[in-house]
C-alpha cells in the first residue's frame, strides 16, 4: 500500500511538471513584434508589462516610446505602431480631437491625475475655482491662496496630452489655459513634468499617480485627495481609463499582449503597484 500510495505521489508530480513544460512550450512559441507609442502617463504600466511579457513569451519583441496620447492613434492609423496608448477612447469624439475611424478602444488601467506643487510649497488644498485662477493666470502669487509671498510658477502639458485633456475637463471644469507669461513653462511628456515640478521652486503642475515622488506635493482638490479609494467612492472626480488603440485586426502577439495587461494577475499586482487602479474596481 505504501509503495503505491508513493507511485501516486511521483505520478502526480510527474504530470504537474510535464503540464508545466507543455504550458511553457506553448506560450514560448507566440512569435512576433509589438511596438507601442502614445501616451506617456501610461509608459510606466506599459514598460513594466512589456517585461513580464516578454520572460513568458521570449521570441515577441516588444518596443514603447511615448510622446504624448494623441500620438498613439495617430501611429496605429500610420501603420507605424500596433497599440496606441490613450488616456481617452479615440475611437470617440472628444473635446479638440475628432475620432480614429476603424480604431478599436481597450481599457487597460484606471488613471487617477492629480495637481503637484513643488515641495517647498506650503499649500496641500486647493478650491476648483482657485485652480482654475491659477492655471489661467489670473492667481500668480501664492499668498492669494493661502501659501508664502512667492510668484507662482505654472507648467503645463502640451497640446496633443491625455493627461492635459484629462485635467483641463475634470479638474479645471474646462476652464482655459494660460499660454505665455515668464511663470509660464509647458512641457512634452510626464516625465518632463516631473523633473519640471521637482526643480522648480514655487512650481505647480498636474501628473498621474505613477510620477507623483516625494520631492512634491500631490494637493487635494476642494478637501479631497486623489488616492485610490477616493476615485473607487467617486469622491474624487480627475481621472480616465487608459486605453490600448488597435486596429481592428491587431496581430496575434498584440492581442495575447493585451490580454496580459487586462489580466487579473497583472491589474492586482503590478499595475496596482505603480498606482494605477484595474479597470475592475471601477463599478
Given at each position: 500500500?505504501?509503495?503505491?500510495?508513493?507511485?501516486?505521489?511521483?505520478?502526480?508530480?510527474?504530470?504537474?511538471?510535464?503540464?508545466?513544460?507543455?504550458?511553457a512550450g506553448a506560450a514560448s512559441k507566440l512569435s512576433g513584434k509589438v511596438v507601442i507609442n502614445g501616451s506617456s502617463a501610461l509608459l510606466p504600466l506599459t514598460l513594466q508589462a512589456a517585461n513580464e511579457f516578454k520572460k513568458l513569451h521570449p521570441k515577441v519583441k516588444i518596443s514603447a516610446s511615448a510622446a504624448g496620447s494623441v500620438t498613439g492613434p495617430q501611429?496605429?492609423?500610420?501603420?507605424?505602431?500596433d497599440i496606441g496608448a490613450c488616456?481617452?477612447?479615440?475611437?470617440?469624439?472628444?473635446?479638440?480631437?475628432?475620432?480614429?475611424?476603424?480604431?478599436?478602444?481597450n481599457k487597460v488601467a484606471v488613471i487617477?491625475?492629480?495637481?503637484?506643487?513643488?515641495?517647498?510649497?506650503k499649500v496641500d488644498n486647493l478650491t476648483t475655482k482657485q485652480l482654475q485662477d491659477i492655471f489661467s493666470g489670473k492667481v500668480t502669487n501664492w499668498k492669494d491662496v493661502g501659501g508664502s509671498d512667492a510668484e507662482i510658477v505654472v507648467v503645463n502639458r502640451s497640446f496633443g496630452s491625455g493627461t492635459r485633456?484629462?485635467?483641463?475637463?475634470?479638474?479645471?471644469?474646462?476652464?482655459?489655459?494660460m499660454s505665455k507669461g515668464s511663470n509660464?513653462?509647458?512641457?512634452?511628456?510626464?516625465?518632463?513634468?516631473?523633473?519640471?515640478?521637482?526643480s522648480t521652486p514655487n512650481a505647480i503642475g498636474y501628473m498621474d499617480l505613477a510620477y507623483v515622488t516625494s520631492k512634491m506635493t500631490a494637493l487635494k482638490i476642494d478637501g479631497v485627495a486623489p488616492t485610490e479609494a477616493n476615485v473607487i467612492n467617486k469622491k474624487y472626480d480627475v481621472w480616465s481609463y487608459g486605453y490600448y488603440m488597435t486596429s481592428e485586426k491587431p496581430s496575434d502577439a498584440t492581442k495575447e499582449f493585451i490580454k496580459y495587461v487586462q489580466s487579473?494577475?497583472?491589474?492586482?499586482?503590478?499595475?496596482?503597484?505603480?498606482?494605477?487602479?484595474?479597470?475592475s474596481a471601477m463599478k
Open positions: 500500500m505504501k509503495w503505491f500510495k508513493k507511485l501516486a505521489v511521483v505520478t502526480l508530480a510527474a504530470a504537474f511538471t510535464l503540464s508545466a513544460v507543455t504550458s501611429a496605429v492609423r500610420k501603420g507605424i505602431a488616456d481617452w477612447d479615440a475611437s470617440t469624439d472628444v473635446p479638440g480631437f475628432k475620432k480614429f475611424t476603424g480604431q478599436v478602444a487617477p491625475f492629480a495637481a503637484v506643487v513643488n515641495s517647498n510649497v485633456v484629462n485635467f483641463q475637463l475634470k479638474a479645471l471644469k474646462g476652464s482655459d489655459f509660464y513653462k509647458e512641457v512634452k511628456s510626464s516625465g518632463d513634468m516631473k523633473t519640471a515640478v521637482e487579473a494577475k497583472f491589474q492586482n499586482g503590478s499595475l496596482k503597484k505603480l498606482k494605477f487602479i484595474p479597470i
